[in-house]
Nanobody, 114 residues
């Protein structure tokens, strides 16, 4: 069974940065388009960034210019570099395919607050 493990979240002040990591069992990251999702309290989970097998990226408008998704196929890891963080970015962040093909991991909490 596919396992996805997210890490790197924490508490950060507005304007700060965090780098999230997602590792997977097997060859998931290497062989599939991947995405980062987030779910804020009381809201639906949303897809915020995707990266194709060839490295093409897409972002939801609210994070464009601030977040960068990348992948290291050798390490089977997907990253989300988050800069200029805002309180509205507060959420639990998850990785999965560019569609949610696999069971969700535990996510990593990101809290942006002064």
């Amino acid at each position: 069974q596919v396992q996805l493990v997210e890490s790197g979240g924490g508490l950060v002040q507005p304007g700060g940065s965090l780098r999230l990591s997602c590792t997977s069992s097997g060859r998931i990251v290497r062989d599939y388009a991947m995405g980062w999702y987030r779910q804020a309290p009381g809201q639906q989970r949303e897809l915020v960034a995707t990266i194709s097998i060839t490295g093409n990226t897409n972002y939801v408008d609210s994070v464009k210019g601030r977040f960068t998704i990348s992948r290291d196929n050798a390490k089977t890891t997907v990253y989300l570099q988050m800069n200029s963080l805002k309180p509205d970015d507060t959420a639990v962040y998850y990785c999965n395919g560019n569609r949610p093909y696999w069971p969700w991991g535990q996510g990593t909490q990101v809290t942006v607050s002064s």
